[in-house]
């Protein structure tokens, strides 16, 4: 492994560590203020802990993009690696200035060249991205071949998720049509799909098995997959594993990765959220199911 190309991303990425560490994928950690503390998003973070203040009637937890300076010092680790050139995958554009601080830190740095790609991604969204690009560098490919690969796999990535409620959402602010939904709308079960930078509401209802199964129906339908990994921030143990099971068959090469999302992504879905990210396979991908 040369490691001439390199490959960054954010905490929002949701990596599991041991993929990111076998891929050589840099991931510089969002910031997270809570209960009048800063953490970074990474494994030195508390989760349990996190997850208490997500039940406070407090004020939520705030997050913020790393700085310039923050940044850089991670391409000028990477370029002393041997880095020469380094691929960014950064959140959404649309949800955070990381990509703005990302392109400060770009014109500071001397001894790489950084190529920053829109990933229009959140969660394994982007970390799917990532470990494509990643995986296209191990094996030699150029600059310019990993930068066709995500823009192929960009168009065919969706994060479709059900959450417990809009609460966290419409408090996060970053979703403009959430910001608008109040009283008893809080009470539904929102059906949310995110690509291209945009999160999209495709239905509610108030049953939440019945939110189940429409995410497990909507899978079926984008079927074939590249990819597929289960996400959730902690719901019940049986819920997660009704959902496991019925999504095992669409897993490509019979192997279901299951994430449990980052802070930085819960802070804004909340807790007892099961959703997925997919690939669709390339010969066969077609507009994303709605219902």
Request: proline share 5%.
């Amino acid at each position: 492994m040369s490691g001439r190309v390199r490959i960054i991303t954010d905490s929002v990425a949701d990596l599991p560590p041991e993929i990111a560490h076998r891929l050589r994928i840099a991931v510089v950690p969002v910031q997270i203020f809570s209960g009048g503390q800063s953490h970074r998003d990474d494994e030195t973070l508390d989760r349990d802990q996190f997850y208490e203040s997500l039940k406070q009637d407090g004020p939520l937890p705030q997050t913020s993009a790393p700085s310039p300076d923050e940044i850089l010092h991670f391409y000028q680790t990477l370029a002393a690696e041997g880095a020469e050139e380094i691929i960014a995958l950064f959140m959404a554009s649309s949800l955070s200035s990381l990509g703005r601080h990302a392109q400060m830190a770009t014109a500071r740095l001397e001894k790489a060249r950084v190529h920053i790609l829109e990933t229009g991604q959140v969660s394994m969204g982007s970390g799917w991205l990532a470990i494509t690009a990643a995986e296209a560098a191990v094996n030699g490919a150029t600059v310019a071949e990993i930068t066709a690969l995500v823009a192929s796999q960009r168009r065919r990535t969706f994060v479709v998720g059900v959450l417990a409620s809009l609460q966290h959402l419409r408090r996060g602010g970053r979703v403009g049509w959430a910001r608008a939904w109040a009283g008893d709308l809080l009470q539904v079960k929102p059906l949310i799909i995110f690509s291209e930078g945009e999160a999209r509401l495709l239905g509610q209802v108030r049953i939440y098995s019945r939110a189940l199964q429409w995410l497990e129906r909507w899978v079926a339908e984008a079927a074939p997959l590249e990819r597929l990994v289960l996400l959730h921030s902690r719901p019940a143990p049986q819920i997660l594993e009704r959902v496991r099971a019925a999504l095992h068959p669409y897993a490509p090469a019979g192997e279901l990765l299951v994430v449990e999302a980052g802070p930085t992504f819960v802070t804004h879905v909340g807790p007892d959220a099961v959703g997925v990210a997919v690939v669709q396979a390339a010969r066969s991908a077609r507009a994303a199911p709605k219902y």
